[in-house]
């Protein structure tokens, strides 16, 4: 559905994006995940056909962005990660302004209408004020907007940025929805746990450079090798016993620890199962006070920090 061969973006002397080659099949939810200024929304601009590339071709289906945006358009719908909405609109002539934009006819748009509103749950809001409505409702309405043409391709800018937690649930569900309708989503998040939750594939991008792209489950094995072994140890236990504990594991395994959580540690784990057995031993040998070992199929804030650890900076 969409292959970008290596995009490059400068604005002036600054890239923002150097040299990206990605291939996002149809029916797959990929996400795109990158720190503040990564160059996720420019990615995305130009594959909206807002922004022309400096190098390289992007094609979504079978066309180029810049030889035929208006293919492309007719395929696609763009969520920025800001967007107005109009004072004075009812939720039903907002929505029913862009279907007239797409060429909507006009006997058509309210049956569309009705059932956009359901599919993101505003049907009860119908006739509000979009000026009136939630952050989390604009959002959703964003979203119906963004659907008013029945587009194969779903782009989304960080769609669930500024939501509570109650609001990014009901986004997540809008978005299985569509995946179940057979919509290929580009979606751009900070908030990593959510996206190995509803994605097929995750990209990492990093100062204009992909990093890395594969399956979370693959992302995980690329980064830590087979497993990922979380070690908990005694809430009270003393500076000297971490410094302790970490030098015994230092030498052999990748460390990572999460200082808000100063007793657990977590390691790349590649043995068997017995060699996990024996290294749970080894630990209870050096008289470590572990109160537990487990396993983690993959965190994806932890993979992106060590992925994405120095890089750029
Ligand atoms: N119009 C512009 N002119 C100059 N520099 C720009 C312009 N737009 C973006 N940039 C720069 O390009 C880089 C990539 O920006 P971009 O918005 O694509 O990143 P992002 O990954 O989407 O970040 P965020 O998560 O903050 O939205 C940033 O350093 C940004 O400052």
């Known amino acids: 559905m969409i292959r970008i061969e290596d995009l490059t973006k400068k604005y002036g002397k600054y890239t923002a994006v150097s ?18 200024g990564a160059g996720k929304t420019t990615t995305m601009l130009i594959l909206a056909t807002l922004l022309e590339p400096t190098e390289g071709k992007v094609y979504v289906g079978d066309f180029e962005v810049t030889e035929n945006p208006a293919a492309v358009r007719r395929l696609i719908g763009y969520m920025p990660d800001f967007f107005g909405v109009y004072d004075n609109l009812k939720v039903t002539e907002y929505l029913d302004f ?4 797409y060429q909507i006819p006009r006997e058509k748009r309210p049956s569309l209408i009705g059932s956009l509103l359901e599919l993101v749950n505003l049907s009860d809001k119908a006739d509000s004020y979009v000026d009136h409505l939630s952050r989390g409702m604009k959002q959703r309405l964003g979203l119906a907007r963004s659907l008013v043409h029945d587009p194969q391709l779903l782009i989304l800018d960080e769609p669930a940025s500024g939501l509570d937690p109650r609001a990014r ?3 997540k569900e809008i978005l299985k929805e569509l995946r179940r309708m057979g919509k290929t989503i580009l979606i751009s998040s900070h908030i990593l746990p959510e996206l190995a939750e509803m994605c097929t594939d995750i990209g ?6 992909l990093v890395a792209v594969g399956s979370v489950d693959q992302i995980a094995a690329k980064v830590y090798g087979n497993r990922l072994l979380k070690i908990r140890l005694l809430p009270s236990v003393s500076e000297s016993d971490l410094k302790r504990v970490t030098d015994f ?8 620890q999460n200082r808000s959580v100063p007793n657990e540690i977590q390691i790349a784990f590649d043995g068997t199962e017995a060699e996990q057995a024996e290294f749970l031993k080894m630990l209870i040998d050096q008289r470590i006070p572990v109160v537990s070992l487990s396993e983690d199929s993959g965190n994806l804030e932890d993979i992106f920090l060590a992925i994405t650890k120095g890089v750029g900076s």
């Not at 149809?26 to 990158?34: A, I, L, Q, R, T």
């Not at 862009?98 to 934009?101: L, N, T």
């Open 249 to 256: 594991l230092q030498p052999k395994y990748r460390i990572l």
């Open 204 to 209: 990492v991008i990093e100062a204009g450079k």
């Open 98 to 101: 862009y279907a007239g934009a």
């Open 19 to 36: 040299h990206l080659n990605l291939q996002i099949p149809s029916g797959s939810v990929f996400g795109f995940v990158g720190p503040n």
């Open 169 to 171: 649930i009901e986004m």
